[in-house]
């Protein structure tokens, strides 16, 4: 399965008043519901504000990216595949001190 973080990065730089994920399946031809799962997980990416949507007097989610460093220190063991599962980046960081205190 293809990892859709990278395009979804790299549109959302390209919009940076951000994006509802109906916009960015438009704009990428991926599954709206592919998008949602993938905006999960994509890292430094996150919801700006809320707006009203369309669809049954609801509200939208409106994504923007942030732009990482380089230099920016990046958590381990995240995703789906890792032994601990990890909802927020700040949870590695207090997780990898735990296992150094342990060691």
């Known amino acids: 399965m293809k990892s ?51 669809f049954q007097n609801t509200l939208a989610a409106i994504w923007v990216v942030v732009d990482v460093p380089e230099n920016c220190p990046k958590p381990e063991n995240t995703g789906r595949r890792s032994r601990e599962r990890i909802s927020n980046p700040a949870d590695a960081i207090f997780l990898n001190r735990k296992r150094e205190e342990n060691d």
């Open 4 to 54: 859709n973080h990278n395009i979804i990065r790299e549109l959302l730089k390209r919009h940076p008043d951000g994006l509802k994920a109906s916009d960015m399946a438009k704009f990428t031809g991926i599954d709206v519901r592919s998008v949602n799962k993938s905006l999960e997980s994509v890292f430094g990416v996150y919801i700006d504000r809320w707006e009203k949507s369309t």
